[in-house]
């Protein structure tokens, strides 16, 4: 009995599993995280998941990617070994850390980092671009578009990869601009250079702007609408900023997989591996209403019909293409199908 009062009190100054503790989960942001584009999508779906699973996210902002393995060290180090790293900015920092921390589970978004504790989740980007390019070609008066990326990451030139083919498309003679904004990571929240940027466009003859450029794309769409011009959207549905500019969003439904994702988590069915949603997945599309106000109800078809096409493999759109390496991009009419090729 004595043995067994001994144990008890041993065990009682045992600290408890880590896996057991309430705030076993942490996320990790860059830049600001209530940016009404991006980074707030992932807030929405980590504060629906506490609020149904009584749980709590430990949550850390970065400012650059040499803060990335810090972060990811502290958190690891301090028992919260279940991570979701938000955008590609973690990319390096988990090619190097996963190896070391074997007894971690990591979640990427945006990246492509292959581990057997690591889950990374990609999107169709293009496809949504692409409904926007169209979009964007049929609303256009000057026939000239403007897509302006923060920094020529892989997910940011799907987008413009996407636009410039979803351009094409409508079969119309278009001019379509692609500008890059830096070559590092601060251009996600360069906000006075996405106004110049902006602006600089414009003044080429750009009347339809596609930021794809985090949070500093507000500024690009402000710009845009305080010229009397139009804007595109990105990742979330952006038309309360400048309503009556914003002929549509190209949706990326970061909540719905983030969501999903931290869901399994909690559950228990996390796995390793490597996810790609697209518009047959519902990861990517483009926002219907109020298009009308820029577009004619065939137009509209035209969208929706090649939106069908792709989401039943009917219609591929492709990642890169050297049409997409242009600066500036002149299509002539017979660069694209006549509409009826779309219907």
């Known amino acids: 009995m004595r043995l067994f009062y001994a144990l008890m009190i041993v065990l009682s100054f045992l600290p408890a599993p880590l896996a057991c503790a309430s705030d076993d989960y942490g996320v990790i942001y860059s830049g600001q995280k209530d940016d009404q584009v991006y980074n707030s999508l992932v807030v929405s779906a980590t504060e629906r998941l506490e609020a149904e699973k009584g749980i709590r996210f430990r949550q850390r902002v970065i400012n650059s990617e040499q803060d990335s393995a ?4 502290a958190f690891v180090d301090r028992g919260i070994t279940t991570l979701l790293l938000v955008g590609y900015v973690h990319d390096k920092a988990l090619v190097h ?3 070391i921390y074997p007894h971690a589970r990591f979640t990427i978004i945006d990246s492509a980092v292959k581990a057997p504790n690591v889950r990374s989740i990609r999107f169709r980007e293009q496809e949504a671009g692409f409904l926007a390019g169209m979009a964007a070609g049929f609303a256009s008066k000057s026939a000239k578009l403007a897509f302006i990326g923060a920094v020529a990451t892989p997910p940011v030139q799907r987008f413009g990869c996407g636009f410039v083919q979803g351009a094409r498309e409508t ?3 278009l001019s379509v601009i692609t500008r890059y904004m830096t070559k590092d990571m601060d251009g996600f929240r360069d906000r006075r250079l996405a106004r110049v940027v902006a602006e600089e466009l414009i003044n080429e ?3 339809v702007v596609f930021p794809a450029a985090g949070v500093a794309s507000r500024d690009a769409l402000l710009t845009a609408a305080q010229a009397g011009h139009m804007g595109i959207g990105v990742d979330s549905d952006q ?4 309503p009556g500019h914003i002929v549509t969003t190209a949706l990326k ?7 999903g994702a931290l869901r399994d988590l909690v559950d228990g069915h996390w ?7 697209g518009i047959a997945d519902g990861g990517v599309d483009w926002v219907r209403q109020g298009a009308d106000r820029f577009l004619t109800p065939d137009q509209i078809r035209a969208i929706e019909n090649a939106k069908h ?8 759109v492709r990642q890169t293409d050297a049409v997409c390496e242009q600066p500036e991009l002149r299509l002539a009419a017979q660069d694209a199908p006549p509409a009826h090729h779309l219907q």
């Not at 796995?271 to 949603?277: N, Y």
């Open 239 to 242: 038309e309360t900023l400048a």
């Open 171 to 173: 079969g119309r003679p």
């Open 309 to 316: 096409r792709i989401r039943t493999g009917h219609l591929t």
């Open 70 to 73: 810090e972060a990811i060290r």
């Open 97 to 99: 850390l996963a190896p």
């Open 271 to 277: 796995s390793a591996g490597s996810q790609e949603l």
């Open 205 to 207: 003859g750009a009347d």
């Open 253 to 259: 439904r970061v909540d719905v997989a983030v969501y």
